[in-house]
């Protein structure tokens, strides 16, 4: 360390082995691929980076190829990617999206400005009926936010805990 301590003065846990729960034969898909973030949460949990990451701006997917160099990066929009073209046959183990809900929800801040980027989140149906993922994970801005009919925005009940 800097003041010429012992690196485990702070008496941190030793790194686990980890395992990894996703068949030998799958692969993980991440859709709106931004700087990272959730590829990195994946690369946590299952002990590997995800294989597919797609993201329709030059400049966030190539923070994310830096990040993640290991992954096959495609700059395309979501809606044009042919999921069974990209995934080529392979078993898809976790589908995971992160589509952007700066316009329809308080991402920004203050009340919804657009409902013009709703549907992307429905670009996760897609890839879920073309391709079978096992594992569905769907990243939002509000975690108790969700949109209800006609895209009203619905507050879920919190779980005791």
């Known amino acids: 360390m800097a ?3 012992n690196q485990n003065s702070f008496r941190f846990p030793a790194p ?3 395992q990894c729960y996703l068949r030998p034969d799958e692969i993980i898909v991440d859709l709106f691929a931004g700087g990272g973030g959730a590829s990195e949460a994946l690369r946590e949990a299952l002990g590997r980076d995800p294989d597919i990451c797609i993201n329709h701006d030059a400049t966030a997917i ?3 190829a ?3 160099p290991f992954a096959r990066h495609l700059k395309s929009d979501v809606w044009h990617a042919d999921p069974r ?3 080529a046959g392979k078993a898809v183990g976790w589908l995971h999206a992160s589509p952007d809900c700066t316009h329809f929800s308080q991402a920004k ?3 919804p400005r657009s409902s ?3 549907s992307l989140s429905w670009v996760v149906c897609k890839w879920a009926g073309m391709v079978k993922p096992r594992l569905i994970s769907l990243g939002a801005r509000h975690p108790s936010a969700v ?3 006609a895209g009203r925005q619905t507050l879920l009940p919190r779980r005791a805990a």
């Open 109 to 111: 801040g203050g009340q």
């Open 66 to 68: 830096a990040n993640h």
């Open 16 to 18: 686990s082995t980890q």
């Open 147 to 149: 949109l209800g009919a």
């Open 62 to 64: 190539g923070m994310h």
């Open 85 to 87: 073209r990209e995934v």
């Open 116 to 118: 013009e980027s709703r």
């Open 3 to 5: 003041d010429g301590g």
